[in-house]
């Protein structure tokens, strides 16, 4: 990476991310480096973390701690069912139907999701 592209990507990061400072330690996994991930959903307030890692998502224990806090542990399909309900949902409901509800889903403003 060229030092051009990386203050490219440094800038991009600045405007479009949320930077979130760590304070939670997080519940024990099976992979150490997972865990500044469970940390980021939780302080990040995440309601879903994407993952392909069976460490995270295989780990039933895991599963029903990090549920505790609202965050769902997801595959990539599992994860694209979940934001087609989702939206579905939001469609049929009266309040929720609005355009601007609409917008804001398909713009992910109303959802934080950790990828790991």
């Known amino acids: 990476m060229t030092q051009v592209i990386a ?3 440094e800038q991009q990061l600045q405007y479009r991310a949320i930077w ?20 980021r959903a939780i302080d990040g307030k995440a309601e879903i973390i ?3 890692d069976d460490d995270l998502r295989a780990d039933d224990e895991l599963r029903a701690v990090m549920a ?3 965050i769902r542990l997801l595959g990539v399909h599992s ?8 939206k ?3 469609n049929q409901s009266p309040v929720l139907g ?3 509800s609409k917008s804001l889903v398909r713009e992910g403003k109303n959802l934080k999701v950790i990828a790991a």
């Open 68 to 70: 505790t806090y609202g």
């Open 79 to 86: 994860s694209l069912k979940y934001l087609d309900e989702r």
């Open 7 to 9: 203050i490219h990507l």
């Open 20 to 39: 979130i400072e760590l304070q939670t330690l997080p519940p024990n996994c099976r992979d150490p480096k997972d865990l500044v991930v469970l940390a």
């Open 98 to 100: 609005s355009s601007v």
């Open 88 to 90: 579905r949902l939001v």
């Open 50 to 52: 994407v993952s392909a």
